[in-house]
C-alpha cells in the first residue's frame, strides 16, 4: 500500500511542525513582556486611561 502524496497533506505536515511551534513561541513571548516587573508601570498607567477625566 502506498501513501498518498498530496497537497493537503504537505500544508497539514508544514502546518504542524513550522507555524503552531511558531506561534507559540510568539504568544510565550508576548505574554513574558507582559508579566515582566520592568513593565508594570507602563501598564499601570496605561490601564488607568479609559478612568481619566480629562
Not at 502506498?2 to 508544514?14: F, H, L, M
Not at 490601564?47 to 477625566?53: A, I, M, V
Amino acid at each position: 500500500m502506498k501513501a498518498i502524496v498530496n497537497i493537503e497533506n504537505i500544508a497539514s505536515d508544514v502546518v504542524l511542525t513550522v507555524w503552531t511551534p511558531l506561534f507559540v513561541a510568539i504568544f510565550i513571548a508576548i505574554v513574558a513582556y507582559a508579566l515582566w516587573p520592568r513593565n508594570k508601570a507602563t501598564f499601570d498607567a496605561a490601564s488607568k486611561l479609559p478612568l481619566r477625566e480629562e
